[in-house]
């Protein structure tokens, strides 16, 4: 160990004795502005408002990671080593920081903050990572260059903060890159200039993105100027709307093309897919809501790429998965399908969503739910069962454990099953906590499998069933199944700013399905729903 502190001082030396031409004004300012890690949360802000859907999920991870790191350092590995600072003699006057700290110098805080935040951009942003990084080193060595700590201070901050930003994937893991690239293209009108497209536009889903002044209705009017555009305010009636919608794109689909589109959230993409695929019609989607599953799983980011797509006539088939009612009545989702403790959530939000906005109404239906919600009781594939949550999902989400986050295929005939056990002791605290772990995978209340279809029967204790975020009433008996590539959707074949050659080559997809088709117990295609 002394061998490793004599090499750490000399090092020490070598860089206070060095002259880097113009860096020293420049570095200790660099330095000054990351104090208490303001250099990244204002790197965070840009982000969050001029960049796009991926920027704000590298700014949200690259946050979450310095906060760990920063909590990481500062309250237990400086507490337990009590290293000094080292001696400012060596160290020219002119690099000196105006005030300097007091805390322990073992390890490097400072060297922790960039390497987390630039890590934690890096995991969802290969490209503003790349930005990024250059700065957090500058910042690192910076901390040497000034006299404020040694070379293994610096490099045992470099290592907790990558460290922490990796322990976020077991919470939050990163999206893919290019989702839905290895779905095979459908043939679709293409329609410049958007002739012959007819779009819904929800004023009131969501929030669309932030930093964005522009409504939507005149960005797709700057985009697509053939296109009809119908919108809907605050004193329409949307499902009015969107059959007149409907019923306009079918009229031009013997001129040019006939395509419906919508602009909205996840409830508006799913009536439109219902709408367009009952009259055999393609669906454009402008991801207009707050978080906007489905565009994002089937791979399309913004306006721009629904545009793109448009022009060249690129689309791909999904999947609608259905809930069939005794009485022969569908409910079709194109995301998620629940019932237990999310649709009673959903219910209580919405209640309380006028008064409270979004986010603190959600928070609070949370604390209630879970205080006076009871086990759904009924029968899964002919097992009885009680169960706080029943999930299915619209395709294979991925990851399988906590957190699923992105659908790489949205046709593969399956429903992704997930199952809260409400048969074994503290079942909800033991879920949390689990979560909280990053071990819900492996936990005993958690179930998930990969099947073509479930039969729910005997449904006590669940009056209410949520879709796509929509809450509706609850039969006794469901049929859970797929439809097949049901409706066609349009979408680029790659990325704007991604070359084709990066897709994900054609066996990948084949070694998933066959993966797939060995995972769906027992052998009568449904779930083995038992344990």
Request: hydrophobic letters at 45%.
């Given at each position: 160990?002394?061998?490793?502190?004599?090499?750490?001082?000399?090092?020490f030396?070598?860089?206070?004795?060095?002259?880097?031409?113009?860096?020293d004004?420049?570095?200790?300012?660099?330095?000054?502005?990351?104090?208490?890690g303001?250099?990244?949360?204002?790197?965070a802000?840009?982000l969050?408002?001029?960049?796009g859907?991926?920027s704000r999920?590298?700014?949200?991870?690259?946050?979450?990671?310095?906060?760990?790191?920063s909590s990481a350092?500062?309250?237990?590995v400086?507490w337990?080593?009590?290293?000094?600072?080292p001696?400012?003699?060596?160290?020219?006057?002119i690099r000196?920081?105006k005030r300097?700290?007091h805390?322990?110098?073992?390890?490097?805080?400072h060297?922790?903050?960039?390497?987390?935040?630039?890590t934690?951009?890096?995991l969802?942003s290969?490209g503003?990572?790349?930005?990024?990084g250059?700065?957090?080193?500058?910042?690192?060595?910076?901390r040497?260059?000034?006299?404020?700590?040694?070379p293994?201070?610096?490099?045992?901050?470099?290592?907790?903060g990558?460290?922490?930003?990796?322990?976020?994937?077991?919470w939050w893991p990163?999206?893919?890159?290019?989702p839905?690239c290895?779905?095979p293209?459908v043939?679709?009108?293409?329609l410049?200039?958007?002739?012959?497209?007819v779009?819904?536009?929800?004023?009131?889903a969501?929030?669309?993105?932030?930093?964005?002044?522009?409504p939507?209705?005149?960005?797709?009017?700057a985009l697509?100027?053939?296109?009809?555009?119908?919108e809907?305010?605050p004193?329409?009636?949307?499902?009015?709307?969107?059959?007149?919608?409907?019923?306009r794109?079918?009229?031009?689909?013997g001129?040019?093309?006939?395509?419906?589109?919508?602009c909205?959230?996840d409830g508006?993409?799913?009536?439109?897919a219902?709408?367009?695929?009952?009259?055999?019609?393609?669906?454009?989607?402008?991801?207009?809501?707050?978080l906007?599953?489905f565009?994002q799983?089937?791979?399309?980011?913004?306006?721009?790429?629904?545009?793109?797509?448009?022009?060249?006539g690129e689309?791909?088939?999904?999947?609608?998965?259905?809930?069939?009612?005794?009485?022969?009545?569908?409910?079709?989702f194109?995301?998620?399908?629940?019932?237990?403790?999310?649709p009673?959530?959903?219910r209580?939000r919405e209640?309380?969503e006028?008064?409270w906005?979004?986010?603190?109404?959600a928070?609070?239906?949370?604390?209630?739910?879970?205080?006076?919600?009871?086990?759904?009781?009924?029968?899964?594939?002919g097992?009885?069962?009680?169960?706080?949550?029943?999930?299915?999902?619209n395709g294979?989400y991925e990851?399988?454990?906590?957190?699923?986050?992105?659908?790489?295929?949205?046709d593969?005939?399956?429903?992704?099953?997930?199952?809260?056990d409400g048969?074994?002791?503290?079942?909800?605290?033991?879920?949390?906590?689990s979560a909280?772990?990053?071990?819900l995978?492996?936990?005993?209340?958690y179930?998930?499998?990969v099947?073509p279809?479930v039969?729910?029967?005997?449904i006590?204790?669940?009056?209410?069933?949520?879709?796509d975020?929509?809450?509706?009433?609850?039969?006794?008996?469901?049929?859970?199944?797929?439809e097949r590539?049901a409706l066609?959707?349009?979408?680029?074949r790659a990325p704007?700013?991604?070359?084709?050659?990066r897709?994900?080559?054609?066996a990948a997809t084949a070694?998933?399905?066959?993966r797939?088709?060995?995972?769906?117990?027992?052998a009568?295609g449904?779930?083995s729903?038992?344990?």
């Amino acid at each position: 160990m002394s061998v490793l502190a004599e090499w750490d001082r000399r090092l020490f030396t070598r860089v206070a004795a060095a002259r880097v031409q113009g860096a020293d004004p420049a570095l200790r300012r660099l330095s000054r502005s990351a104090d208490h890690g303001r250099l990244w949360l204002a790197t965070a802000a840009g982000l969050v408002l001029l960049g796009g859907r991926a920027s704000r999920r590298a700014a949200l991870r690259g946050v979450g990671s310095l906060a760990i790191a920063s909590s990481a350092v500062n309250t237990v590995v400086k507490w337990s080593t009590r290293r000094p600072r080292p001696l400012l003699e060596h160290v020219p006057s002119i690099r000196h920081l105006k005030r300097q700290p007091h805390t322990t110098s073992f390890p490097s805080g400072h060297s922790a903050s960039a390497a987390a935040f630039a890590t934690g951009v890096a995991l969802e942003s290969a490209g503003l990572g790349a930005l990024i990084g250059p700065f957090a080193a500058a910042v690192a060595f910076s901390r040497v260059y000034v006299g404020v700590h040694y070379p293994g201070d610096v490099l045992a901050g470099v290592a907790i903060g990558a460290g922490a930003a990796a322990l976020t994937c077991r919470w939050w893991p990163p999206r893919p890159a290019l989702p839905a690239c290895e779905r095979p293209s459908v043939s679709a009108p293409a329609l410049p200039g958007g002739e012959g497209l007819v779009v819904l536009v929800n004023t009131l889903a969501g929030t669309g993105p932030p930093g964005t002044s522009v409504p939507p209705a005149e960005r797709l009017r700057a985009l697509l100027p053939r296109a009809e555009l119908v919108e809907c305010g605050p004193d329409d009636d949307f499902a009015t709307l969107l059959e007149r919608a409907a019923e306009r794109a079918l009229e031009r689909a013997g001129e040019a093309g006939g395509v419906l589109g919508v602009c909205g959230g996840d409830g508006s993409v799913n009536a439109a897919a219902r709408a367009a695929a009952g009259r055999g019609l393609a669906l454009a989607v402008f991801p207009g809501g707050t978080l906007d599953h489905f565009a994002q799983d089937v791979g399309v980011r913004d306006f721009e790429d629904t545009a793109v797509a448009l022009a060249r006539g690129e689309a791909v088939a999904v999947d609608f998965g259905v809930a069939w009612s005794g009485a022969g009545q569908a409910v079709r989702f194109l995301n998620t399908f629940s019932i237990g403790l999310y649709p009673e959530l959903v219910r209580v939000r919405e209640h309380l969503e006028e008064r409270w906005g979004k986010w603190p109404a959600a928070a609070g239906a949370l604390v209630r739910v879970l205080r006076t919600a009871t086990p759904v009781e009924l029968s899964l594939n002919g097992h009885r069962r009680r169960l706080w949550l029943l999930f299915a999902g619209n395709g294979r989400y991925e990851p399988q454990g906590f957190a699923p986050t992105c659908r790489p295929l949205l046709d593969d005939g399956l429903i992704d099953l997930r199952l809260i056990d409400g048969e074994h002791r503290l079942a909800r605290t033991r879920v949390i906590v689990s979560a909280l772990a990053g071990t819900l995978g492996r936990s005993r209340v958690y179930g998930t499998e990969v099947v073509p279809w479930v039969e729910l029967a005997g449904i006590r204790g669940a009056d209410t069933l949520a879709y796509d975020g929509e809450v509706a009433p609850a039969p006794q008996v469901l049929r859970l199944e797929k439809e097949r590539r049901a409706l066609v959707v349009y979408r680029p074949r790659a990325p704007r700013d991604e070359p084709a050659r990066r897709a994900r080559p054609a066996a990948a997809t084949a070694r998933r399905r066959r993966r797939d088709r060995g995972r769906r117990l027992p052998a009568d295609g449904g779930p083995s729903a038992g344990g």
